[in-house]
């Protein structure tokens, strides 16, 4: 904690090295009741602004994240690079629903974002009472099952869901592959688009 006392014409500032099994919210909220402090707060630690070092965003080629204020930017692009360097890169408590062809979940660059509904496990029953039996990592509405990717077989088949939710919320700053908009999200797959169509019922 860092703390600032109150004295006169010049005040002092002290870091505190909190004792083992006090938090640092009792710690601040202790200070703030003493009067002779005049203010109390974490001893925060600050990085460098974000920057996306995987592969396709430090090479350019993820033009769309770029802005005009920035290192390999672009006018026409959305400008998440400059959100990126003021540390806006997502939030877990916000829900995308990738409502396009399947989701590879298990892609190494966004299976960390990829929803896991924690009210149906596998066992065959419809846990959560939601009308879609064992609907882990969403549901896929053209087949009717949870398997929301089918493209181990072939892997044209759900690479435009795939590619859309890496778009979205690829992983950034783990060195590899690309940088989504939201580097942290939770997206959940739902299928609609098979290998030539899809209906807007299932949409």
């Keep these: 904690d860092t703390i600032s006392r109150r004295g006169g014409r010049h005040a002092l500032t002290e870091v505190v090295r909190l004792p083992a099994g006090v938090s640092v919210e009792q710690a601040v909220a202790q ?24 592969t396709y965003a430090a090479s350019g080629d993820l033009w769309g994240m770029g802005g005009d204020a920035m290192p390999l930017g672009t006018s026409y692009g959305s400008g998440a690079n ?10 877990a408590s916000v829900y995308v629903g990738i409502v396009d062809e399947g989701v590879q979940f298990d892609h190494p660059d966004i299976a960390a974002n990829v929803w896991t509904n924690p009210w149906d496990p596998v066992d065959g029953i419809d846990n959560d009472g939601n009308g879609y039996i064992d609907d882990v990592h969403g549901w896929d509405f053209v087949n009717d099952d949870n398997d929301v990717f089918d493209g181990d077989s072939n892997p044209d088949i759900d690479s435009h869901g795939t ?25 959940i797959p739902a299928k609609f688009l098979g290998p030539s169509s899809g209906s807007t019922s299932d949409a």
């Design 31 to 54: 200070y703030e009741a003493d009067p002779t402090v005049a203010h109390a707060e974490p001893d925060y630690l600050l990085t460098a602004q974000v920057e996306a070092d995987d």
């Design 82 to 91: 400059e959100a990126w360097a003021m540390g806006h890169v997502g939030s």
């Design 163 to 187: 590619h859309v939710a890496g778009t979205i919320g690829g992983v950034g700053g783990n060195g590899q592959g690309v940088a989504g908009v939201n580097w942290d999200v939770t997206m």
